[in-house]
Each structure stands twice: as structure tokens, then as C-alpha cells.
């Protein structure tokens, strides 16, 4: 069993914030099962133990074995031992994201009515909850409003904005903070301990930054480690995830990004790709490091970009973040950032209305590729409205195309030929390739009903 379910903490002494325990403690001593709310709000960032902890209360609220003021679960009656294997019919998990419209809510509170089957209450746990729908949110309140007295709900979530605060209101709200450094070493103890493994502190340190702040990611960390050395050290740590050549490839990738040099940050990828490192770590190194220089900005300091630049950067940064998990490479929407970026097309406000807005509003193709051709001959304003509107039909069939045509420049539109330029040999090699060429031409020939030739430079 992978090691955060494995020690997954299953008592509220196990939990790993010392913060949490101390609350839960305040919440539940001597007050189980009538005196505590009928409805709990987790919110807090992923990885910090929200449904782990929702299932330890269900527990406690459940458990047979359970003495006077305690409220520790006993972990042994066949209460406890049936919500920790998932198999208590009282005890239900539900998926907000699976389960978010209102024919789902209104089959619950038909549900939740019956009386339990087997436990002293019935408990609802609703991951996700944010995904909810409003009419789903709407449904679910009446039942907050008036539950009855064997039910129990506790809701997690990720996105606490998201969530109406007439839901909000009705619910005792615990936020999951980010964990302190006694808070990891607590967790990582539990698991060292239990797999027989050494850690020097200061790895342990390193793993804690590499963790992100979450609890689930620092023991997948230890895990990859400990099936490599029973030893864990800095070095083992270094030679695993590159954290010093990362911490220098993330100043070298800031100066490229200063000099707007797009070949510093490919060379910068190509030679990470190479080593094998982490590229969704590099991307969230890189991203906090531009966080403290955004911070250092407001506050006075300066850099070579200024703060609006420096937000810009931040905001593509998240976004190629977030798409590195469905990458064919894991380097590509890095590298599309950073041509993107040097092209200063990402520092550009879009203008109010592409040429699709316009060409749109007749059917006679004839009229269309006579607008389009006035439109191209004004400007070089005219020929960025061409690219952008050509750019955004691609990127519906061929996301990695749009990101290199973000890199292109329009040399000339007009006599039946688009001239596109690039910076880059290995993106006129893919621009060029039939294929490619066949796509673009067919898209021009939709946006303006003329058949076009496409030459790249």
C-alpha cells in the first residue's frame, strides 16, 4: 500500500497539525455525538488530511467502544473497523464532482430521512462540494437548515469562494492552514518510523519545500526515496530531484525572461529534459521565486521588470503549470510560454473584437475575402488581428501549433500568400512540414473564402 494511505492518520492524536488537533479537541471534548454541529466545513489547500479528517470524526460520532468525554475513536469496534474499509452503510462519501446536480441532492435528502441501518448516526461526507451546481447548493441547504437529528454532514473543499454563504453560515467552518515545519516533521516521523527509514533533518527540511505545502505529496517524496536508500540524506534528495542545478536553471530562466532571449530559456529546458528533471517542480520553483520578486516589487525594490510585467509572467507561468499534467512532453507548455513571452505577444491586451467578429456577420465569401484583404493591406496592426484570429482557430485542433504560431510574425498578407516568419529553425521545420501547411491554408481559406498560399520564413 503506497504510504499516504498507509498511514493515513486514522485518531485525531495523529493528525498532523498541531493547530487541527488542538481545535478538534476544543470541538468534540465531552460534546459527542449531541452536543457537536450537525454540519462541518473543511476548507484548505489539497493534500492537508480534510477527508481523513472527516472520517475520523465519523468515527468518533459512531464508535461503540467510546468512553464518557473521549472522543478518540477506539479504531477496534466493528463500527470504526467498517468506516475505515469503507463499508459502513451510515457512513457516505460522496463525490461533488460526480454527484453535482440536483437530482443527486434531492435523491440524499430523500436518503437521509430513513434512519440509520446499523450506526447511531448517519454521516454524509461531501468532497468536492464546491463542484456543486446553485440549484444543487439550494437543495442541499434546506436539508442544513432542518436535518434531521441522526444526520450529520461534513463538507470539504478546496475552493471555500465557491461555496454560497448561506451554506457557509449554517456549518462550523475549520480551515485547513498550510503546515508548519513541526507539523511535517510530525508526519514524516510517523512514516519513518514505521518503514524503519533514517532521515537527516535537513533533508527532511528539503522534502518539506519540495512538498508544496502538502502532507500527501511529502510522503509520495519519502516513499520514492525510501524504496531507493533506507538512508534519506541531502545528497540522496539532490541526486533524485536536481533541487541545486533547479535553483540555479530558475535564475538563468529569469534573466532570459528579462532579456526577453527565448533561446537562454530553450536551451535552459532542453538541457533539464536531458537530466530528467521534474518539470511541474521547476514550474512551481520558478513561479515562487517571481511570487517574492512580485512582493519586493510592490514593496519598493526594483528589477529589471516592472511589477506589471512581473504579474504577467506569473499569470502564463500558472497557466502552462497547469497544463503540463496533460502534456504530450512535460516540457511544452514551458517552452511555449517561454516563446510566447519573448515574441511579446503575452504582454499584449487583446484588441475589442477579432477579425472573426466581422467576417462572421455575412455569408457571401466573395464580400469576406474582400474585407479581409482590406483589413490586411492597412497595417501591421491588420496583419496581428490575421495571426491572432488564425492562432485561435488552430488552437481548437493543434494546441502545440497555436503556441508556435504565437511565436511567428506576419511579413506580408496580400496577392493570394501569407509570409510567416520565425526565430526558431526546429519551428519553421514543423511550420513547414505538408501537413501543417495543408491546415493553415485551410483555415486562411475559412477565414476569408480566398485560397491562400502559406510560406514560412
Not at 108 to 113: A, G, M, T
Not at 249 to 263: C, P, Q, R, W, Y
Not at 292 to 315: D, P, Y
Not at 376 to 405: Q, Y
Request: proline share 3%.
Amino acid at each position: 500500500m503506497v504510504f499516504y494511505l498507509k498511514y493515513r492518520p486514522r485518531k485525531i492524536s495523529e493528525l498532523d497539525s498541531l493547530v487541527l488537533r488542538e481545535k478538534l479537541g476544543e470541538v468534540l471534548k465531552g460534546k459527542i455525538p449531541d452536543k457537536i454541529p450537525h454540519a462541518f466545513l473543511f476548507t484548505g489547500p489539497k493534500g492537508l488530511g480534510k477527508t481523513s479528517t472527516a472520517r475520523i470524526i465519523a468515527k468518533s460520532i459512531n464508535c461503540t467502544s467510546r468512553k464518557g468525554s473521549e472522543f478518540e475513536p477506539c479504531n477496534r469496534c466493528s463500527s470504526c473497523k467498517s468506516i475505515d474499509n469503507g463499508s459502513n452503510l451510515d457512513v457516505l462519501e460522496i463525490d461533488g464532482a460526480s454527484n453535482r446536480g440536483i437530482d443527486e441532492i434531492r435523491d440524499l435528502r430523500e436518503k437521509i430521512r430513513l434512519s440509520p441501518v446499523s450506526s447511531l448516526k448517519k454521516i454524509y461526507i461531501i468532497d468536492e462540494v464546491h463542484m456543486l451546481t446553485t440549484e444543487a447548493f439550494n437543495a442541499l441547504l434546506k436539508t442544513l437548515e432542518e436535518p434531521p437529528e441522526h444526520a450529520f454532514f461534513i463538507l470539504c473543499t478546496t475552493e471555500p469562494q465557491k461555496i454560497p454563504a448561506t451554506i457557509t453560515s449554517r456549518c462550523f467552518h475549520i480551515k485547513f492552514s498550510k503546515p508548519t515545519e513541526e507539523d511535517f516533521l510530525h508526519s514524516f516521523n510517523r512514516v519513518l518510523r514505521g518503514e524503519g527509514i533514517k532521515a537527516d533533518k535537513d533533508g527532511l527540511i528539503q522534502i518539506m519545500k519540495l512538498s508544496d505545502g502538502s502532507f500527501r505529496d511529502g510522503a509520495k517524496i519519502l516513499e520514492e526515496l525510501g524504496g531507493a536508500s533506507k538512508h534519506i540524506t541531502l545528497n540522496l534528495i539532490e541526486k533524485k530531484y536536481k533541487t541545486s542545478s533547479i535553483e540555479k536553471n530558475v535564475l538563468d530562466m529569469i534573466s532570459g525572461f528579462e532579456k526577453k532571449d527565448a533561446t537562454v530559456g530553450i536551451k535552459i529546458v532542453a538541457k533539464m529534459a536531458e537530466e530528467g528533471v521534474d518539470f511541474k517542480l521547476f514550474s512551481e520553483e520558478l513561479i515562487n521565486t517571481l511570487h517574492g520578486r512580485l512582493i519586493a516589487q510592490i514593496s519598493g525594490e526594483s528589477f529589471a521588470m516592472n511589477v506589471e510585467q512581473t504579474k504577467e509572467l506569473i499569470q502564463m507561468l500558472v497557466k502552462s503549470h497547469q497544463s503540463i499534467k496533460y502534456a504530450i512532453l512535460p516540457q511544452l507548455p514551458l517552452e511555449l510560454t517561454i516563446v510566447e513571452w519573448s515574441s511579446d505577444i503575452g504582454n499584449q491586451k487583446s484588441e475589442v473584437g477579432t477579425i472573426a467578429s466581422e467576417l462572421n456577420q455575412t455569408n457571401d465569401k466573395n464580400e469576406i475575402g474582400l474585407k479581409a484583404t482590406k483589413m490586411t493591406s492597412k497595417s501591421a496592426a491588420g496583419n496581428d488581428k490575421i495571426l491572432e484570429e488564425l492562432i485561435e482557430r488552430v488552437k481548437k485542433e493543434n494546441f502545440s501549433l497555436a503556441g508556435i504560431l504565437r511565436g511567428c510574425i506576419v511579413e506580408k498578407f496580400e496577392k493570394g500568400e501569407l509570409i510567416l516568419s520565425t526565430k526558431f529553425k526546429f519551428h519553421k521545420e514543423r511550420l513547414k512540414d505538408r501537413k501543417t501547411l495543408d491546415m493553415l491554408e485551410k483555415t486562411i481559406y475559412e477565414m476569408t473564402g480566398k485560397k491562400v498560399k502559406v510560406l514560412i520564413e
